[in-house]
């Protein structure tokens, strides 16, 4: 038996699940070319106009969806939610920083005191470690919220605020129509709403069919457990490796307390070769390395629950609209960096502004592919961190230094350290700001200047010009952000026109405002 048959061997139906995402993560890698497979459509379009229209917006995948849509029942739209089975958060806590919470009060989704009781775990400090070195901060992802009790929560407010919940109901399929979408669910129903929002996650049929099948530019495999049996530890990993690079690729941990014992995580960042190793391999590597990395004895530990996953990558993220009328958000449409396998958090940044722009969006008709792609703008900000992605992750047949990874990452978070808070405590919690990144780069250029020419090899001279792109632009968006911000009398001149007209005109300004904003990291506000 391998490791982790032996240690999970007591949840037969964890070690079943795994063999069922690793079936998938090898029809991944062994796809031939870019594509991963052939897809059947499950959208098309009729330029018939539907003659009802039941519903402002439906959203399909209620875990990170039911936010929003509780968001817009308040607004006083009319929301329906469909869920694959029950509407229900996992018992594992999703680790988030406590600013980061505060637009679930900002938008009356839940009251300060919910707020406090959502939260079932808080921790300080929290380390970095890359080999030998180490760094210690506080209040970054250093909260552990409930699922169960924020999702159930905001469900409840969603239906108080009339919104529709339909659970065990599968997507079947949806045809774009000139004013509406009709949809289809399984059991045999249909229904139709103005807008589509898709939040099924990154498997989601639509976006397959969006993406044409396109196979993802990385992925971040994810092993991990809950257990008992620890010693005593309130403090957490956000990332960690103590071990030079295996198996062609460089081993990451997490550690977080948690209220029914301690959350361990191993992620690696790689490709999707065919001779990558399956998420079986790597969790047997999380139970080989575990005791050397937690301190402790692996019969000391209970194993209560079980989590793994892969979560494909794409450069061309977030996915812009490939239809009218339909909208793919969350882990659906990319919005995350490559860097990280937060969901959770993604949303909660966004869950303002997209509130705000889709009610927009409903309120002035803007439901067309142009209208609809100003809520997913192209982020600079996003894409830098591709180039990051690539410095901690090893090409399949390329040969580095076992140590360049640890190395390189101690050198620029050392560097990072030495500036501060304000530039380190940001890039933690994967916002990337002009300001911050140029200081950390020049300082580090200046203390090692041959640092450069150990990255060029690792990630080729493509990917370094691609960088520099996205960089000019990162620089670009602050300037504009800033101006905007100094002058905001400047984008707030209203033309003149009908209502309609003038309202499209402010949804255009206020997307592109949100863009310059977002996309240069300007919504950051951990520091205030």
């Not at 506080?138 to 009339?162: H, R």
């Not at 659906?332 to 009610?359: D, E, I, K």
């Not at 990144?437 to 150990?454: G, H, V, W, Y």
């Amino acid at each position: 038996m391998s490791l982790t048959q032996t240690h999970l061997a007591h949840l037969p139906e964890t070690l079943k699940a795994l063999q069922q995402t690793d079936d998938r993560w090898a029809t991944l890698r062994q796809a031939k070319g870019t594509t991963t497979q052939t897809i059947s459509p499950v959208v098309t379009t009729d330029d018939a106009p539907l003659e009802t229209i039941e519903y402002d917006a439906v959203i399909v995948g209620g875990t990170l969806g039911i936010a929003i849509a509780a968001a817009l029942a308040l607004g006083g739209f009319r929301v329906l939610v469909i869920e694959r089975g029950l509407l229900r958060g996992r018992d594992q806590e999703w680790n988030i920083s406590r600013h980061e919470l505060d637009v679930l009060i900002e938008l009356k989704l839940l009251t300060p005191e919910e707020l406090e009781t959502s939260i079932s775990s808080e921790f300080n400090p929290i380390r970095v470690k890359f080999g030998k070195t180490e760094l210690w901060t506080e209040d970054v992802l250093n909260i552990g919220v409930n699922p169960v009790y924020l999702l159930e929560t905001l469900k409840q407010k969603f239906l108080t605020a009339g919104g529709t919940l339909l659970e065990n109901t599968g997507f079947a399929g949806a045809i774009v129509h000139p004013n509406g979408v009709q949809i289809s669910l399984q059991p045999s129903r249909s229904l139709t709403a103005r807008l589509f929002l898709d939040l099924m996650g990154h498997f989601s049929p639509i976006t397959q069919q969006a993406r044409n099948g396109q196979k993802p530019d990385a992925v971040c495999l994810v092993v991990g457990t809950c257990a008992t049996g620890f010693p005593p530890n309130q403090t957490g990993d956000l990332i960690a490796s103590f071990t030079p690079i295996v198996n062609q690729c460089q081993y990451f941990w997490e550690a977080f307390p948690a209220r029914s014992g301690r959350t361990t995580y191993l992620f690696t960042y790689v490709d999707a070769h065919p001779d990558r190793f399956s998420l079986t391999d790597l969790f047997d590597e999380y139970f080989r390395l575990l005791p050397e990395y937690q301190g402790t004895d692996l019969e000391a530990l209970d194993f209560k629950r079980a989590l793994f996953g892969f979560f494909p990558c794409y450069k061309s993220s977030p996915l812009q609209p490939t239809w009218n009328r339909i909208l793919a958000l969350g882990d659906s449409s990319g919005a995350q960096s490559p860097l990280s396998f937060g969901g959770f958090g993604a949303m909660m940044r966004h869950l303002g502004r997209l509130t705000v722009a889709l009610s927009d969006a409903l309120s002035t008709d803007s439901l067309d592919r142009q209208g609809l792609s100003l809520i997913q703008p192209y982020q600079p900000n996003i894409q830098v961190t591709w180039l990051f992605q690539k410095t901690m992750s090893v090409p399949i047949h390329q040969t580095l230094d076992p140590e360049q990874i640890n190395q390189l990452l101690a050198d620029v978070f050392s560097e990072m350290a030495t500036l501060g808070d304000e530039v380190l405590k940001p890039f933690l919690q994967d916002v990337v700001q002009f300001g911050p990144l140029a200081r950390t780069l020049l300082k580090t250029s200046l203390a090692r200047p041959t640092i450069a020419f150990k990255i060029l090899p690792q990630v080729g001279l493509g990917a370094l010009l691609d960088w520099t792109w996205h960089f000019g632009n990162l620089a670009i968006y602050s300037l504009l952000n800033y101006l905007l911000y100094q002058s905001p009398e400047s984008i707030e001149a209203a033309p003149k026109g009908d209502s309609l007209q003038v309202a499209k005109a402010q949804y255009l300004r206020d997307r592109t405002r949100d863009a310059w904003r977002y996309g240069s990291g300007g919504d950051y506000r951990g520091l205030e």
